[in-house]
């Protein structure tokens, strides 16, 4: 065994991909979840894949429940590293959001990643070794519309984990950011978290929504980013003697980052939000009510972009 590894939000998606990948390689991962009804998902996926997965609940949200969690981990060998995968989506200009659903946002995607951090360094502080992975977005480096609160909460993300990175390197606790493009996921499917109001015709905002939702479809339905391509940049990210601070996943995402390091803002944001502009103004209006994208009936292993681990031996 490689050692310990705690994902949160290890339920479905990015979280799930990664804790199959990761126990396929020999790491003991204690999948958590915030309902244990998410339970038998979790096992039917490590059995088609062929993996061990030790399931734990855990609620970013609750500390209690939180710190239950990592103190049994920390007792069944330590712990070498945490994977912050939960989190909520929230879809809609900044007017149709509602404070309450700002508020649940930041609890789960910033606040619930700072307290499960808060219960881990303890331990690797004690063991003088650590990793810190935290998936943050492209959302977290690009801005978008529709995506003001959740691009905020990701920018608060990106500041904490490089702060974080600075604090506990004199410890051996290493961090690293880890900033996907957008992955056929259910955060972007059957729960893609659109804001209540956003739905309403009544907004002034609603036919720019329903238009770059329609974007979103696009791109998603010509994607090639999988989950597992996800999952092996985290392998990567635990693996590797002198890890990055920062990963990014997707060719867009690389490419569109590396345009605004290299631009002046304005240059960069202008060209940005223009060619954003066309392509949200060619969308048609659905006349229907708003779609939510379905994965064809396929396994879990072949949903998160995985292939069960005897087809795979020796790679």
């Known amino acids: 065994m490689v050692g310990n590894v705690i994902i949160t939000g290890a339920g479905s998606g990015l979280g799930l991909a990664a804790a199959l ?4 390689r020999g790491f003991r991962v204690y999948a958590t979840v915030p309902d244990l009804g998410q339970q038998p998902a979790v096992d039917l996926a490590a059995a088609e894949n062929g993996v061990t997965l030790r399931v734990l609940q855990l609620d970013v949200t609750d500390q209690a429940s939180v710190n239950a969690a990592v103190d049994g981990v920390a007792r069944d060998g330590g712990i070498y590293a945490v994977i912050h995968s939960a989190g909520l989506g929230l879809r809609g200009c900044f007017e149709d959001l509602a404070p309450a659903e700002i508020r649940r946002l930041f609890e789960v995607n910033v606040f619930g990643v700072m307290k499960v951090t808060r219960a881990v360094l303890p331990h690797m502080r004690a063991a003088r070794r650590g990793r810190v992975l ?18 905020a909460a990701k920018f608060a993300l990106e500041g904490f984990g490089e702060s974080l990175a600075i604090e506990v390197a004199p410890f051996g606790i290493q961090v690293s950011l880890i900033a996907p493009g957008i992955v056929m996921t259910p955060h972007f499917t059957v729960r893609r978290g659109r804001a209540s109001r956003a739905v309403d015709p009544h907004s002034p905002y ?29 392998y990567r990210a635990l693996t590797a003697v002198r890890p990055r601070l920062r990963y990014v996943v997707g060719w867009r995402v690389a490419l569109l980052s590396a345009l605004k390091r290299r631009l002046p803002d304005e240059l960069f944001m202008r060209a940005y939000f223009r060619q954003h502009e066309r392509r949200v103004q060619r969308q048609p209006i659905p006349s229907e009510a708003l779609s939510n994208l379905e994965v ?15 087809k795979v031996k020796g790679q």
């Open 206 to 234: 609603y036919r720019r929504f329903l238009q770059h939702e329609r974007l979103v479809d696009e791109i998603l339905q010509t994607n090639r980013l999988t989950p597992a391509d996800v999952a092996k940049v985290l």
């Open 296 to 310: 064809p009936g396929v396994s879990s292993t072949e949903y998160l972009g995985l292939r069960p681990v005897r």
């Open 21 to 24: 990948y990761l126990a396929e």
């Open 134 to 151: 935290i998936i943050t977005s492209a959302g977290g480096r690009l801005a978008s519309m529709t995506l003001s609160a959740y691009c």
